[in-house]
């Protein structure tokens, strides 16, 4: 399993503003951005006593979630993804999904599951049986992307964090979400085997420290 290192640091509208114009200046655009962002919409899913919650309060440092994600509303591209973590190390794996499918994932209807050729759907069935596994809630913000080709690096500004209120309906674009607290906004950077400089100078904030923020954990308290 390949690792990427991750960063995350909370900051603020200023912080914003100012890592916004650095990293215009010497990043490129992300091609699926449209007017430099885009809307995620996650579903993720815990156990019936919030293992995945827990594990993440209590900092465990080797700990894995599921989710269901799309972007900017477009069910035509959905996909489900592990996340794996290993301190400050993230892994992350994904197949697709149809709308057909996540809605099944949603009803509770798992047969078709177990004989997919996914293998990550293969794996989340067997979490769901075992484990008992199920979508917990909705998490949606705004995220400013910026691509550096060296070091494969990526650096996002997260913003507007909502949480579905116990709402599962992921497919309605009109389920109600609501603030999730006062949520900060985050800066994150992830790269391969090396941050370039030019990364590392663009991202440094006087007084900014790196955070274990997490925006399941925010919207599951909040919703």
């Known amino acids: 399993m ?3 290192h991750e960063w995350k640091h909370e900051i603020s509208w200023s912080d914003l503003l100012s890592l916004r114009q650095r990293l215009q200046a010497v990043t490129a ?3 699926y951005a449209v007017d430099g962002k885009y809307k995620i919409r996650s579903l993720y899913f815990d156990t019936a006593t919030d293992q995945a919650l827990r594990e993440k309060l209590d900092g465990v440092s080797r700990r894995e979630k599921f989710r269901i994600r799309c972007y900017n509303d ?9 996340k794996s973590r290993l301190g400050s190390l993230g892994n992350k ?9 996540v809605q099944a994932l949603v009803d509770g209807r798992l047969d078709w599951m177990s004989s997919h050729p996914q293998q990550l759907l293969r794996e989340l069935y067997v979490r769901m ?26 650096v996002t500004l997260d913003y507007d964090l909502r949480t579905g209120n116990r709402c599962l ?11 999730a607290g006062d949520a900060p906004i985050i800066l994150e950077v992830k790269w391969d085997n090396f941050l370039p400089d030019i990364i590392r100078d663009a991202v440094q904030l006087p007084g900014r420290h790196v955070t274990a923020f997490s925006k399941y954990a925010q919207c599951r308290v909040y919703g």
């Open 74 to 82: 477009d069910f035509r591209t959905i996909r489900l993804e592990k």
């Open 2 to 4: 390949n690792y990427r």
């Open 169 to 179: 309906d992921f497919l309605n674009p009109a389920c109600v979400t609501v603030p």
């Open 29 to 31: 655009p992300d091609p």
């Open 129 to 154: 049986q075992v484990q008992g596994l199920r979508p917990k809630t909705i998490v949606e913000y705004v995220r400013e992307p910026f691509v550096y080709t060296p070091g494969n690096v990526r």
């Open 93 to 101: 794996q994904s197949a697709p999904l149809t709308a057909p499918m």
